[in-house]
């Protein structure tokens, strides 16, 4: 399970601004979505996603204090939560959802963790996914390992066994770019999914 130091981490790493707009996906009681609340300001947005009934009260309840602050209740893989310039995702997945990139605004942040999940340990194993929305595409690269919680609804068992076997040849640190047109495999192909391919090759310039 990830250690409470490790969200501030991950809390810096979407390098936010005053008057930005971001999303917390899998925001528990809302503890650090109220530090994402602080560092974007009176001027920013937050929208907290939690898909637990209780937890998405609670937070609902320890947030209300902020004016600028929005707690939905729902699986944030599907929720719609409109633009932003940051996206927190506080659950191990085997893949990123569409959703995600789909909602980055130019210069965007998303941080997720990429897990796998074996038959005897609930938790996930994996290294905390970087992407950046550009002009041309996405960067992307991979800044820390993890072992965290899975994310309900972010498990998929063919994701799971291709990941896995992406993680175990330890080339995770070529990763530059993420690609979403369809395109064959190749040997430039870190792992190459349904809806993107998390590849070695640096983003291509227009």
């Keep these: ?13 979407l390098e936010l601004k005053d008057g930005q707009r971001a999303v917390h ?18 001027e920013g947005h937050v929208t907290a996603i939690e898909i637990d009934t209780q937890l998405a009260g609670r937070a609902r309840n320890n947030l209300s204090y902020f004016a600028n602050v929005e707690v ?12 932003a310039d940051a996206i927190l995702v506080n659950a191990g997945a085997t893949h990123l959802r ?20 074996d038959d ?8 905390i996914l970087k992407v950046t929305r550009q002009s041309e595409g996405f960067t992307a690269s991979f800044i820390s390992e993890v072992r965290i919680f899975p994310c309900i609804g972010g498990w998929d068992g063919d994701s799971n066994q291709r990941l ?7 080339d995770w640190k ?13 040997d430039s192909c870190w792992f190459h999914g349904r809806d993107f ?6 983003l291509m310039k227009e």
């Design 1 to 13: 399970m990830a250690i409470p130091a490790f969200s501030p981490f991950l809390i810096e790493q």
């Design 25 to 42: 996906v899998g925001c528990g009681t809302g503890y650090y979505t109220a530090i994402i609340v602080e560092v974007v300001g009176r």
């Design 72 to 83: 939905i209740e729902g699986d944030g893989g599907e929720i719609d939560a409109g633009p």
């Design 98 to 117: 569409s959703i995600w990139l789909d909602s980055l605004r130019p210069h965007g942040r998303l941080i997720m963790p990429l897990t796998v999940i």
């Design 120 to 127: 005897t340990d609930r938790g996930g194993e994996g290294r």
């Design 164 to 170: 896995k076997e992406s993680l175990e040849r330890d």
């Design 174 to 186: 070529l990763v530059q770019s993420l690609r979403r047109e369809p395109h064959e495999p190749a």
């Design 197 to 202: 391919c998390l590849s070695k090759l640096p």
